[in-house]
């Protein structure tokens, strides 16, 4: 899953999701980056509107999310 | 010996005519039917008992003769059937049916009228006076209620029963009393109508209380019966007519579940893991105390 | 059960569900017929919608149904 | 679905469940046979434990659901 | 269930379901190939829409029930 | 998501999950292979205990089983 | 929001969650790293079961879900 966290802090950050940086930030974790693994994110983002995906997360009540909070 | 076969000869010689062709009706009416049943006409008033007859007309056939004719007619029909004659007794009647014993069960117990219980009479089950308001003004008869032993006071200007009461035990006497009070509250607690004591159908004898079946029992079945098919199809990945499109659903199901819990960088799930990863945001936000720690969106 | 999904094979082959054709299939899979589980059978599935009790173990968590079995 | 439900009435009555009993059980039941459907059934049922594969359910919330939590 | 999503893969390249594709896949997944079950499966998806099918799954989260816990 | 199925048959025939295996499937299904895709899978793939994920689904009601759709 | 992304970053990569390893994955995303929001979340998370706090979430409507055909 740290591959897709990469992505989202890249998103939040306001940086572009490409190989260069997801692999920046993922190295910075300690990771053992597996440039394929990046290349597919990449690919596999390109047609996701991440806030509108973000959005309907948010609009449900996460597990402990609601509860706890 | 040959006095004793003469004896016999006139006995038959001595059956009126009647007698004999009521015998005859009687035989037909078991040799037509695949099930014929010894049915209690008890209490029936003859009125009510002709709207019954009327009512079964079609499905099933009523007849009523004296019993010694009953028996005749049973004894002669041969054995099997003959065993029926242990039940001729009291006031019966003989009913015929191509329905089946169940379904003539079922029939006849729907058939049956609630009816009021006279002092005397044995109860057929447990008595109830249920809580209610009776509407009856104050007066004696709240002591009434009390001595047959039902909760009863007065609240509100009238006389309530508190709580449901059991008056009387099944197969205990009604009393005076408590045929009063029943009366007064309307309450009838027998059911009256055609009472099914034994059914003969292909060779065999159908007691009563194996002939009440629980359709509601039955539709369980057989919904856990499909269910279980529905399982094994799904389960051995035997697809069915009915099971295909839920197999492909569970096959598509299992693969974004594999996808997402791998966190497979496949397109068509891509979107599910950013909802993910922020869910897991959420919930691990939603641990965090310290307000400083998280985000404004996240805080409070 | 064998009564019961005897009749459900029935349903599915559109023939009728009566004495004969219930004893026909217990039969040929070598069950010992009672004539009166098959009579109560056939009286109490009088009074049931196989169909719609056929969709509703579709519809509902399968598990708990099949208990009563 | 009328092929499941055969198997599931030899399951009860004890009897294996081969190509020839769900055949006899079919036909009793006037179903049209399909001899693949009755072969892929039979293999499909091979390697399972159908009183296990009968009870799970196929469509509920099983031990993920709570659990977790 | 390596049959059923032999059926997924097709759906998704866009290729015909039928007895000669499921086998070509199954058999490059190193699988023993029961004609029978090949069959049953086409025969068993001629009148079932599978879009319709894998969208109404999708429609349910998949990854565990967690909402509950 | 044919990735994914591929995956998955080779998980039920008991083949190897790697680049050949998945790609000889992709290829038989007649799908434009990407490498860097079967790659990021296999390693995707590599420490999931894939019986697990998959037994997660069924913890969700399969197949729009509540008529939804 | 991308700072707990970092911390749950450095859980999926087994590193230590402190400001060190929080302020380089930040530093890679380009973010402005504040000093007092990283010491926060460290001291924050020090009692918090990550794993557990992250499965409560497993289960959200998909974003496409229904928009996937």
Known sequence: MEYVYAALILNETDEEINEDNLTDVLDAAGADVEDSRVKALVAALEDVDIEEAVDQAAAVPAGGAGGAG | ?300
């Open chain 2, 1 to 300: 010996m040959s006095a004793e076969s003469e004896a016999g000869d006139r006995r038959t010689e001595a059956i009126p005519e009647w007698k004999r062709e009521e015998v005859a009706d009687l035989a037909e009416l078991i040799e037509t039917y695949e099930s014929v049943g010894v049915v209690s006409i008890g209490g029936i008033p003859s009125r009510q008992l002709q709207a019954m007859r009327r009512e079964l007309h079609g499905d099933a056939e009523l007849r009523v003769a004296r019993n010694t004719l009953l028996v005749r007619a049973l004894d002669e029909a041969g054995e099997g059937i003959a065993d029926l004659t242990s039940e001729i007794e009291g006031q019966v009647g003989l009913i015929g049916t191509d329905e089946n014993p169940f379904g003539l069960y079922r029939q006849l117990e729907a058939s049956k009228t609630p009816a009021p219980i006279n002092a005397g009479e044995i109860a057929p089950n447990e008595i109830t006076i249920p809580e209610s308001d009776t509407g009856v003004d104050p007066g004696p008869f709240v002591g009434e209620l009390q001595q047959v032993g039902a909760a009863a006071r007065i609240m509100d200007g009238s006389i309530h029963v508190t709580e449901d009461s059991t008056v009387l035990e099944e197969g205990e006497e009604v009393s005076g009393q408590l045929a009063n009070v029943l009366g007064e509250l309307g309450i009838e607690p027998k059911e009256v109508g055609l009472d099914l004591k034994t059914v003969y159908a292909d060779g065999i004898l159908f007691e009563p209380d194996e002939l009440a079946i629980d359709v509601d029992e039955y539709r369980a079945d057989i919904e856990a019966a499909a269910a279980r098919a529905r399982n094994l199809s799904i389960n051995a990945a035997y697809p069915t007519d009915r099971t295909a499109g839920t197999l492909l659903g569970q096959a598509s199901t299992e693969a974004r579940s594999l996808g997402v819990h791998a966190a497979i960088e496949s397109p068509d799930i891509a979107d599910e893991l950013v909802s993910k990863a922020d869910a897991q945001v959420r919930a691990l936000a939603a641990h965090i105390d310290d307000e400083e720690a998280l985000p404004e969106e996240l805080r409070g």
